[in-house]
Structure formats: structure tokens, C-alpha cells
């Protein structure tokens, strides 16, 4: 299946740039070895592309006021690695799988209200902000019953970690439809018969720092290496993929950690306690030749931020 946007992830030699200045650079390649065997045999990539995933808001919903916190989770199956728009790498070839996931704090600040609410969301205070992984595992993910996005069994590190920075890179916000309705699965077999969902699209950008790469799998890639992560693809109600029954609360080791995924959605997804958004994703490199900042005005979200159909004109469809 096509998908319908995508992630942005841009390897930059700094942080703190908006993504369309971004666009503008030519795309850089990195080695990625899927075996995990070093630069020998490594394919030369521009772009990781996940498959269509899972993000939980934990504490926040379409009717929250400005102030409140939560928390971001991400989790999705990598679908292939590319080099000018062609596949060099299959997700399960080999034997080989790989997983992303994400856990970041966030608030709300600003909330139009209303049946259709428009809703900003920004990091909270702090240079950094919580965690991005990057997994080898021996099997596909599995996002209904979402597991294998994390350590498996808990002893494997990942291939690659970050923190996001709380700087200007961070952005987004997500438009809702509190009166539209549905069920929230609508994905194949409708596993939640009794969860409903309010619709709405969104999306959200980060910065992330690199805090530890495995030179097997990425020769070349060092920490300190800043990457801006990017959605175009949050939306409600689920179409594409099954939600999500866990979430690890922090990326790592832990999953379903205070019953984190469908068990807290309420009802009506996007009302209750926690809130579930279908997230597509694609993550590309380029260079980016800007200073970090300090924690501003920068915007980050729960869903789709106000400059997705741009950056959708300037990545394209698949």
C-alpha cells in the first residue's frame, strides 16, 4: 500500500531549522548495514522509511486547556531503506528487522475550542526532552498488540539513540473534529468494537541529538549528529494500520506502563484520558548548517502541524 505522507528525519550539522529551509538542501547519503557488520557490505541510503505506525498523547485530548502536559509516544516498523527513491532494503530481508519508537514530553499552547479545535502543542522546559530509539529485532513489530518496539527481552540495546532538543525545530498542532464519528479501528477487522473516534489530521517536528549510535549498523554516524524529525501524517480515525494495545513509556524496556494505549482512549478516542493517532512516516537526510537554540517558541504536537500539505508537495507521495 502507497502511503499517504511521511516522516522527516534530517541529518543536520546543527539543530534549529524550519523544515522548509531544509527542503532545500540536497539530500545526503548515509551507510546503513543491515546486517550489523560494519561499512563492509553497508548500502549507501538517503532515506529509512518506516511503515504506517502508532503515536499515543498520553494525558492530552482534543478538549484539554492550554497548559496542560503530556506525553508523545511513537512507535512504527521501519518498511525499507532508500537511495533516490528506490528500495535497496526490505524490512525482514535477511532475517533482518528494525523498529522506531519515541517517548517526549509536550504541552498545550493554544486551543481554539469549539466542535473543530485547533490545537498547538510546544516542548516543555529543559534543553532536552525525553528519547528516540532505533532497534534490531528478529521479527516484525507486531502494532495491534503493540510489541517489539522495544529492547527484546529487554537485554538488546538499541542501534541508535537520541534526545530531542527543545529548540525552535519543535512545532506542531493537529486539527479535530470533535462531531465527527466512527469506529476507531477501521483497519480490516475492527478490533475494538466498542472504541469510537473522533476525526481530525495532524502532525508534529522535533530536533533530535544523536547519544549513541552502534558503528555497525550506521559506519560513519557519530553522536552528536542533530537529526530533525518530522510528521505529515497523524490522522484520525485509523484507516491504514490497527491501533495500538501498548506503548513503552519511555522507548526502552518498559510497555503498557499505566496501561498505556487502547485501554485509556475512553469510549471516544480523542476525548478520554489518552488519545491514539495513526502516524505515517519517512526519514531522510540532509544537511543543515544552523546553531542550536535554547527552548522557545518552539511548537510540537500531538498531531499534524500547519505546514504538512507543504512539506507533502515538497517530499511527494509514494
Known amino acids: 500500500?502507497?502511503?499517504?505522507?511521511?516522516?522527516?528525519m534530517v541529518l543536520t550539522a546543527s539543530a534549529g531549522l524550519v523544515v522548509g529551509l531544509a527542503a532545500k538542501a540536497q539530500a545526503s547519503t548515509i551507510l546503513f548495514?543491515?546486517?550489523?557488520?560494519?561499512?563492509?557490505?553497508a548500502l549507501t541510503i538517503d532515506v529509512l522509511d518506516p511503515g504506517p505506525g502508532n503515536s499515543l498523547s498520553e494525558g492530552l485530548n482534543a478538549t484539554s486547556s492550554v497548559g496542560s502536559t503530556g506525553t508523545l509516544l511513537f512507535q512504527a516498523n521501519l518498511d525499507s531503506a532508500q537511495l533516490s527513491g528506490g528500495n535497496v532494503f526490505?524490512?525482514?530481508?535477511?532475517?533482518?528487522?528494525?523498529?522506531?519508537a519515541a517517548s517526549f514530553n509536550e504541552v498545550l499552547t493554544a486551543n481554539t475550542g469549539g466542535s473543530n479545535p485547533t490545537l498547538v502543542?510546544?516542548?516543555t522546559a529543559g534543553p532536552t526532552n525525553g528519547t528516540f530509539d532505533i532497534?534490531?529485532?528478529?521479527?516484525?513489530?507486531?502494532?495491534?498488540a503493540g510489541t517489539g518496539f522495544t529492547n527484546t527481552g529487554g537485554t538488546d540495546a538499541p542501534i541508535?539513540?537520541?534526545?530531542?532538543?527543545?529548540?525552535?525545530?519543535?512545532?506542531?498542532?493537529?486539527?479535530?473534529n470533535t462531531s465527527c464519528g466512527g469506529a476507531l479501528d477501521q483497519f480490516g477487522t475492527n478490533n475494538y468494537s466498542g472504541d469510537s473516534s473522533i476525526c481530525g489530521t495532524g502532525g508534529f517536528e522535533a530536533a533530535i541529538q544523536i547519544t549513541s549510535v552502534n558503528a555497525g549498523y550506521f559506519p560513519g554516524l557519530v553522536p552528536g549528529?542533530?537529526?530533525?524529525?518530522?510528521?505529515?501524517a497523524q490522522t484520525l480515525p485509523f484507516v491504514t494500520v490497527d491501533p495500538s494495545a501498548c506503548f513503552s513509556s519511555n522507548a526502552s524496556t518498559t510497555t503498557c506502563t499505566g496501561g498505556a494505549g487502547t485501554a485509556n482512549v475512553g469510549t471516544v478516542n480523542g476525548l478520554g484520558p489518552d488519545t491514539l493517532l495513526q502516524?505515517?512516516?519517512n526519514l531522510s537526510f540532509q544537511p543543515v548548517p544552523v546553531v542550536p537554540e535554547p527552548a522557545t517558541l518552539s511548537l510540537l504536537g500531538l498531531g499534524l502541524m500547519a505546514g504538512a500539505g507543504q512539506i507533502r508537495k515538497r517530499f511527494g507521495r509514494k
Open 160 to 176: 541508535l539513540t537520541g534526545t530531542l532538543l527543545n529548540n525552535t525545530s519543535f512545532f506542531g498542532n493537529f486539527s479535530a
Open 121 to 123: 502543542f510546544g516542548p
Open 225 to 232: 549528529t542533530v537529526l530533525i524529525f518530522a510528521t505529515t
Open 90 to 100: 526490505s524490512d525482514g530481508s535477511g532475517g533482518h528487522f528494525f523498529t522506531i
Open 135 to 144: 532497534y534490531a529485532q528478529t521479527a516484525l513489530g507486531n502494532n495491534l
Open 279 to 281: 502516524t505515517d512516516a
Open 33 to 41: 548495514n543491515p546486517a550489523g557488520t560494519g561499512a563492509s557490505g
Open 1 to 8: 500500500m502507497r502511503k499517504m505522507s511521511r516522516f522527516v
